[in-house]
């Protein structure tokens, strides 16, 4: 019975696998230098990159998808998400917990996860608050070939000061908080955190420094970067001040996530140490309908002008920047990828050129990720995540609310 059952598998699996995709790209966009090449052949072949040129020669026999007409570029990436969160109104996290069972919460994040990969996102990384490691169940499930999906980077539970993100709690209540963070306050709890997390699944790992009136010593966040980097994953730190932000920079994390009220001294500073900014710049609608999630950020008029002048300065200083949505609604009349791409109206207001956009939802990705060289380039070699758009993306990245196909690991998951 197994064996019949084996059988079919690979019979099923076959000749999706064996089959050479070759992709008449009209327009080849390079997202590293914002340039396009006319009239290529991307060959793709075992799920990977097997040539790309001009005259590249069409195999026969392989399937030959038509984008003569069209825009093709990488995949887009996201790097701070929260897959299973999503709030029909203003944020109170907690409520989001408490009232969810975790079947649910990984429910809604297939459901997401499926929606953002058919938009033309093709990696991103969910930064907790995802229920009892939610997110690490997705990603294996999607991993394993149960669903389609984007790749996906989990943290597992954030790692924070006594109390999670939550303010104001009675201590009658206890710390109920740690059914979605863990509470470490010294470098030895600190290690055992980030120690957990990658035991449970987690192949990523976020920090909360400055959520409280105590933070992170720079000590701490080193013992954090270093258990990290030993097992081969990066360190994210949600950080909204300079005072913890320097804390996170010297201690070695990889990112910096939120970074709202960052000086330029800091951003300096970020730029120095080669730390990427994940801004997570939120649309004014957006914040307005979250309100301040909890006392997490201050209001929304305070925020939506902070965010908008720290990206400005980022860019304008040179900070690496990765793009990362922090999408934790859910709106009637909008898919979660809807709501990432509202983003993209911010980045322009801010006078970002849409070549250094796409770089940021791309190539920047990869390399604050891991993945140079294996995924995040049209590239000999690189994973096949591909997509492609009827208009010019260079020219007006609102271009990319309209991907139109979709490959993700070689296999066609979408095409208009
Ligand atoms: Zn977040």
Redesign the pocket.
């Known amino acids: 019975m197994f064996r019949r059952l084996f059988m079919v598998i690979i019979l099923f699996a076959a000749p999706a696998m064996a089959q050479t995709t070759a992709i008449r790209a009209g327009n080849l966009i390079d997202p590293a230098t914002g340039t396009v090449a006319k009239n290529q052949i991307v060959l793709v072949k075992d799920g990977k990159i097997a040539e790309v040129g001009a005259n590249v020669k069409i195999p026969a026999g392989a399937q030959v998808i038509d984008l003569s007409n069209s825009w093709v570029l990488p995949g887009l990436m996201d790097a701070?998400t929260?897959l299973t969160l999503g709030a029909s109104g203003a944020l109170y996290l907690e409520s989001e917990y408490l009232k969810e069972s975790s079947a649910a919460r990984a429910l809604k994040g297939l459901r997401n996860a499926q929606d953002v990969l058919m938009a033309g996102f093709t990696a991103v990384k969910d930064?907790g608050n995802d229920a009892n490691y939610v997110a690490v169940d997705i990603r294996r499930a999607i991993e394993k070939g149960l669903f389609p999906g984007p790749t996906v980077l989990t943290t597992g539970k954030i790692i924070a000061p006594f109390g999670g993100q939550s303010h104001g709690i009675p201590p009658e209540l206890g710390p109920f908080w740690r059914f979605e963070y863990q509470d470490a306050d010294t470098v030895d709890e600190v290690r055992k955190a980030v120690r957990q997390n990658i035991y449970y699944g987690a192949n990523a790992i976020k920090l909360v420094a400055d959520n409280s009136p105590y933070f992170y010593t720079e000590e701490e966040i080193r013992a954090a970067a270093e258990e990290a980097h030993r097992a081969g994953i990066r360190v994210a730190v949600?950080v909204l001040a300079d005072a913890a932000a320097r804390n996170v920079i010297l201690g070695g994390a990889d990112s910096v996530?939120h970074g709202f009220e960052l000086s330029d001294d800091v951003l300096k500073l970020m730029k120095e140490k080669g730390t990427f900014l994940v801004g997570?710049d939120f649309p004014y609608e957006h914040l307005k309908i979250m309100g301040t999630a909890g006392g997490i950020i201050p209001p929304p008029e305070i925020t939506s002008k902070a965010i908008l002048d720290r990206l400005r300065r980022a860019h304008r200083i040179g900070v690496k920047m990765a793009f990362g949505s922090?999408v934790?609604l859910d709106l009637p009349g909008k898919t979660r990828a809807d709501m990432m791409l509202d983003y993209l109206a911010v980045w322009t207001e801010a006078g970002i050129p849409p070549a250094d956009i796409l770089k940021c939802m791309t190539t920047n990705v990869a390399e604050l990720f891991g993945w140079k060289g294996q995924r995040g380039t049209i590239t000999t070699g690189e994973a096949a995540d591909i997509i492609a758009t009827p208009a010019n993306p260079l020219e007006n990245i609102q271009a990319l609310r309209k991907v139109q196909f979709v490959l993700k690991d070689g296999r066609v998951v979408k095409k208009n």
């Open positions: 701070h929260h930064v949600h996530e997570t922090d934790v």
